[in-house]
């Protein structure tokens, strides 16, 4: 009897030891802290694979930048560090201007017209990420782009001179063209940098606004609605390939499902971010046309500047998005 319990134990033992040895579990590095709805999605996403394969599959998501910083996310998945990760598309940037299509300022300001720019821009930066050997899984966008300032602002005038909060070349650009003094500052961060005085505005969406309670150190909120701008989550493509035909499967199913989500949630956080702050009492403000009409002036010299840097592959996307 105990030597049958013994062998009984060793068979569940030995069960359990191959079973590890075939599940595969992934680290996955996310920028944004937990309560932010990319990550909610993305652990949804995890979820999904982890069902989709009877558990055989793992993606254990380390957010708030808690394994790699937020710039150093897409190098480490192309090194092969880490076989999939999340980032703001836009922070490459200065890598090749077709990542960062997408914030450039009033190009696409709805989330039609958001859908329809990543349409165009997508065979762009899939090509480039193909060559650094990652695959695009999905992309979500942020709530259109507001203003948070300590005081009503009426024109461009109004910025100048302010210390800027910024997360990409693009908007540095934007804030240098407006006259204020940019700095960039990772969300996690965002509140002290307010509360020690090293940045007092920032452009930034609804929900990071509300995530980082701006009440506690700003006044206003104008809704400028100036881009959406995406995050994008792509796998390494050598470790993708070392997954069975079935769990690949199960990862593009559950990417295809989490971007249809993501983009719903989105839209979904516009208005319901927008009531916090003002639940919280930051002032909503709806911008003055002169206000408008100096940053969509900005906005049209930036468009200009990109289109010189962007050569063919910008025409391209402009094109492909303009029909
Ligand atoms: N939140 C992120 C990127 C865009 C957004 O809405 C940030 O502020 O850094």
Redesign the pocket.
Known sequence: MKILKIAGLATALIAGISMQVQAQSWDMPT??PDK?FHTVNIMQFAKDVEAATSGSMKIKVHSGASLFKHAEISKAVRGGQVPIGEF?M?LLANENPAFGTDTLPFLATNYGDAEKLWAAQKPAVQALFDKQGLQILFSVP??P?GLYTKKEIKSVDDLKGLKF?T??ATLETFAKMAGAAPTQ???PD?SQAFSTGRVEA????????AN?KAWDFLSHYTDIQAWI?K?VVVVNKKAFRKLDAATQAAVLKAAGEAEKRGWEMSRAETAAKVKILKDNGITVVQPSDELMNGLRAIGATMLKDWKAAAGAEGAAILQAYSK
């Open positions: 920028p944004y932010t703001f836009g942020w709530p782009q909060r997360y990409n500052v990772a969300v965002i920032m452009i930034t969406s609804p929900s990071t606004g980082s701008p995050n």
